[in-house]
């Protein structure tokens, strides 16, 4: 049996994780619940799985869920999470939580050898070199991003061999085969219907910048201790090769399967052995023709500043990743328009001032830093 803590449990990839808990409970063990304000659904995960610790962001709502659920113990805010990452009942968490509030109690769980499934993107774009410092990170940081976990299967047994590269494959989004110059008038509603990944609101946004495939890039170098120079990015429209490795010899093995996150968060819950999820299953026969192409990086322009970014062995990734965010909720809000994401973006990379970020602390400090200028210069303009 084991016992898995889930941070941002009302999130999709929190839901999935406890489908399966569901589907497999002789297996798992829910022991402790975070989320954010969706109390509701929280409400119900609370009755379902009665885990012993919980955490909600504001206090107010973990005082009301108290007397709702006395033999749970109800915590707040980011000391909540923090509180959570603690718990010694905990042999897996699994990280899920938006933001940098993921890197502290990550650093937390890894320092206490907990065993982390890592879904938030920010904890190693924004905080890889800081995770990389803690003892045992490497085998105990497991990836939960389809592309990612395809990296680790494929690599699974592969110890002895020369890595030469990996190959990151990326969808291309909705707007894969749009004009460039019909970009600036994409709407919210048109950005968030993704043509084969159901995603929370921000990651399918990247995804339709394609900002999510160069913060993967930054991603895949602290996981497997690649150089930038080993990281390429495939665009592939079917989804159904999630990624794929390149060896010494010119071998290429690739991990694919249907376009559902089961798998790799399933895979990532039991500690690298396979389960019968009850996802789609691939019929070659109708597939047809797979397709690759190089991605068009004048157009999707925030992959293009990510690449440069990945390159780079400074702060801009906590630049980029906290500038992104804000623009990101930007055009969700309806403030600025689809194209200007990448233009806040570069702004910031091109103006910040870096300095060495080594701590928790520091990432946090430029991140509230980069979000309150670039904050500032929207309020200017619009």
Same mark, same amino acid.
């Given at each position: 049996?084991?016992?898995?803590?889930? *941070?941002?449990?009302?999130?999709?990839?929190?839901?999935?994780?406890?489908?399966?808990?569901?589907?497999?409970?002789?297996?798992?063990?829910?022991?402790?619940?975070?989320?954010?304000?969706?109390?509701?659904? *929280?409400? $119900?995960?609370?009755?379902?799985?009665?885990?012993?610790?919980?955490?909600?962001?504001?206090?107010?709502?973990?005082? %009301?869920?108290?007397?709702?659920?006395?033999?749970?113990? *109800?915590?707040?805010?980011?000391?909540?999470? !923090?509180?959570?990452? =603690?718990?010694?009942?905990?042999?897996?968490?699994?990280?899920?939580?938006?933001?940098?509030?993921?890197?502290?109690?990550?650093? %937390?769980?890894?320092?206490?050898?907990?065993?982390?499934?890592?879904?938030?993107?920010?904890?190693?774009?924004?905080?890889?070199?800081?995770?990389?410092?803690?003892?045992?990170?490497?085998?105990?940081?497991?990836?939960?991003?389809?592309?990612?976990?395809?990296?680790?299967?494929?690599?699974?047994?592969?110890?002895?061999?020369?890595?030469?590269?990996?190959?990151?494959?990326?969808?291309?989004?909705?707007?894969?085969?749009?004009?460039?110059?019909?970009?600036?008038?994409?709407?919210?509603?048109?950005? %968030?219907? =993704?043509?084969?990944?159901?995603?929370?609101?921000?990651?399918?946004?990247?995804?339709?910048?394609?900002?999510?495939?160069?913060?993967?890039?930054?991603?895949? $170098?602290?996981?497997?201790?690649?150089?930038?120079?080993?990281?390429?990015?495939?665009?592939?429209?079917?989804?159904?090769?999630?990624? /794929?490795?390149?060896?010494?010899?010119?071998?290429?093995?690739?991990?694919?399967?249907?376009?559902?996150?089961?798998?790799?968060?399933?895979?990532?819950?039991?500690?690298?052995? $396979?389960?019968?999820?009850?996802?789609?299953?691939?019929?070659?026969?109708? %597939?047809?023709?797979?397709?690759?192409?190089?991605?068009?990086?004048?157009?999707?322009?925030?992959?293009?500043?990510?690449?440069?970014?990945?390159?780079?062995?400074?702060?801009?990734?906590?630049?980029? !990743?906290?500038?992104?965010?804000?623009?990101?909720?930007?055009?969700? $809000?309806?403030?600025?328009?689809?194209?200007?994401?990448?233009?806040?973006?570069?702004?910031?990379?091109?103006?910040?001032?870096?300095?060495?970020?080594?701590?928790?602390?520091?990432?946090?400090?430029?991140?509230?830093?980069?979000?309150?200028?670039?904050?500032?210069? /929207?309020?200017?303009?619009?």
């Amino acid at each position: 049996m084991t016992n898995i803590a889930v *941070f941002g449990s009302t999130g999709s990839i929190g839901r999935t994780t406890l489908s399966i808990v569901e589907k497999h409970p002789d297996r798992f063990r829910v022991r402790a619940l975070a989320a954010g304000r969706n109390i509701d659904i *929280f409400r $119900r995960q609370v009755k379902t799985f009665r885990p012993a610790y919980a955490s909600v962001v504001d206090e107010k709502d973990a005082a %009301l869920l108290r007397s709702e659920f006395p033999d749970v113990e *109800f915590f707040s805010g980011q000391e909540g999470l !923090n509180a959570l990452a =603690h718990i010694t009942a905990v042999d897996l968490v699994v990280m899920a939580v938006l933001g940098l509030d993921a890197l502290m109690p990550t650093c %937390l769980a890894l320092q206490a050898g907990r065993k982390v499934a890592l879904a938030s993107k920010e904890v190693l774009v924004a905080g890889g070199r800081v995770i990389k410092r803690i003892k045992r990170s490497d085998s105990l940081l497991v990836p939960v991003d389809s592309e990612h976990s395809a990296i680790y299967q494929v690599l699974r047994g592969e110890t002895d061999n020369a890595l030469s590269r990996v190959i990151l494959t990326a969808s291309g989004g909705p707007f894969l085969d749009l004009p460039s110059g019909d970009l600036r008038n994409i709407t919210p509603r048109q950005a %968030l219907k =993704h043509p084969k990944w159901k995603m929370g609101r921000k990651i399918t946004i990247d995804s339709a910048t394609m900002m999510n495939k160069g913060l993967e890039m930054i991603e895949a $170098r602290w996981l497997f201790d690649l150089r930038p120079d080993q990281i390429d990015v495939i665009v592939h429209p079917q989804s159904i090769v999630h990624s /794929m490795v390149e060896f010494a010899d010119g071998a290429v093995l690739a991990q694919m399967g249907a376009p559902d996150m089961k798998l790799p968060i399933a895979y990532a819950m039991n500690a690298g052995k $396979r389960l019968d999820i009850g996802i789609k299953r691939l019929d070659f026969r109708k %597939l047809g023709s797979l397709n690759f192409r190089a991605p068009d990086t004048k157009k999707f322009r925030c992959l293009g500043i990510a690449m440069d970014v990945a390159r780079r062995d400074d702060g801009s990734p906590v630049v980029m !990743n906290a500038a992104n965010d804000v623009a990101v909720d930007a055009f969700l $809000r309806g403030r600025i328009g689809f194209a200007e994401i990448a233009d806040i973006v570069a702004y910031a990379v091109d103006r910040h001032y870096y300095r060495p970020v080594n701590s928790v602390d520091g990432v946090i400090a430029m991140d509230r830093e980069v979000k309150r200028y670039v904050s500032e210069r /929207m309020d200017a303009s619009c």
